[in-house]
């Protein structure tokens, strides 16, 4: 027995082995550049210091269900204030069970372990379809120039319309769709009371949030056993409106508030909820889109899933004075201007391609691709 245990154990790190991306390989002259300058290195190190470990805001929606009118107000006034604050919050008792969550993370497993060259080649599934080009593959950071531009991670990235065409894999179509449908559903309830707690009624979200353009993203996280100083992901923020988000217990990450760096507690309980670029605009600065980052675990590998059921068409433009007349555009909440917030004229409309493609002013954090 003791011998069929360990075959099975050197069978599984095979298979990790063939599943892994090949990052030192790859990115090898950017360690090696790193390590030969150390003051930029230990600036570089600095910047990776938390300064404390925090939990979210965490808000019960059971409220909004089965409260009384006070309660849900109170609940609603909850997301406004944590959205105003961090820019994130925790949701708990959110409607969506924990079979579907732990079978999103099961097939989240499967789908990684594929060794590397499937991944990589995008390999042609069922019908003769490359649906596997449909969900798009990316690993590392294949414009980095230094180690701070390097994503230690590899991600799927899923439109939701493509779900049940996704690597040929029946069990992945049945929870994942599933999951979307939930996770979509309760997005739109959350980004419908922060509206109307600007005292706006806009349809905007149901006419350009459609299923076409709103995605899925897997991310899987190794370990970095070498290297302290590796992001997961990059400091970024994203360009929807908003993200829900579902980790494990490894946690990793860190967002800005009040300036610092706080390392967000994990809770297996919850769904975090994330204020997009767009929903920041829309609002006039009320609501903040914050930045955020995956930092490196040296020993456990770490996986997510990030959910943008919101993300919109990119033909479209943000008014954030509602002052627009183009039928491109979609207007934000005068009320932002009318509590003095900002000021008339304080944000431009902004088009949709402007947070795909601005860059941050500081060179390395830039946006997570879409």
Not at 95 to 122: A, D, H, N, T, W
Not at 135 to 164: D, M
Request: proline share 5%.
């Amino acid at each position: 027995m003791e011998e069929l245990d360990y075959s099975m154990e050197a069978l599984d790190q095979l298979t990790m082995m063939e599943s892994e991306p090949p990052f030192e390989e790859t990115y090898k002259e950017l360690f090696e550049n790193y390590d030969s300058m150390k003051e930029v290195s230990k600036q570089h190190d600095m910047d990776f210091v938390a300064v404390e470990e925090a939990e979210l805001p965490l808000i019960d929606l059971q409220w909004l269900r089965e409260g009384d009118g006070v309660d849900r107000e109170e609940c609603k006034r909850e997301m406004e204030v944590a959205s105003k604050e961090w820019g994130f919050f925790q949701v708990v008792n959110h409607g969506i069970s924990g079979e579907i969550l732990e079978g999103m993370r099961r097939e989240q497993v499967r789908v990684f372990r594929e060794p590397f060259y499937r991944k990589e080649e995008k390999a042609v599934a069922a019908a003769g379809v490359d649906v596997m080009s449909l969900g798009s593959y990316r690993w590392g950071t294949p414009t980095a120039t230094c180690l701070q531009q390097l994503s230690w991670s590899e991600a799927f990235h899923i439109s939701l319309i493509e779900i049940p065409y996704f690597g040929g894999i029946t069990s992945f179509s049945s929870v994942t769709k599933r999951f979307a449908e939930e996770v979509s559903e309760l997005a739109k309830r959350l980004a419908n009371i922060l509206v109307e707690r600007m005292g706006d009624e806009s349809t905007f979200l149901k006419q350009n949030c459609l299923p076409s353009t709103c995605y899925l993203r897997m991310n899987r996280y190794p370990p970095c056993p070498k290297y302290s100083h590796v992001f997961d992901l990059m400091p970024h923020t994203y360009s929807d409106f908003l993200m829900i988000l579902c980790q494990d217990q490894v946690g990793g990450l860190q967002l800005v508030k009040d300036g610092k760096w706080i390392s967000v507690k994990p809770n297996l309980e919850a769904l975090i909820v994330n204020i997009g670029d767009l929903f920041q605009v829309w609002s006039n600065g009320v609501y903040k889109s914050v930045e955020h980052r995956v930092v490196a675990n040296q020993k456990m590998e770490r996986g997510s899933l990030v959910s943008r059921p919101l993300h919109c068409d990119d033909s479209k433009s943000v008014d954030p004075d509602g002052a627009g007349d183009d039928e491109a555009t979609m207007d934000g909440p005068r009320s932002a201007v009318a509590d003095g917030v900002g000021g008339p004229g304080s944000m431009r409309p902004q088009h949709y391609h402007f947070f795909q493609k601005e860059p941050y002013s500081q060179g390395y954090k830039s946006e997570i691709p879409d």
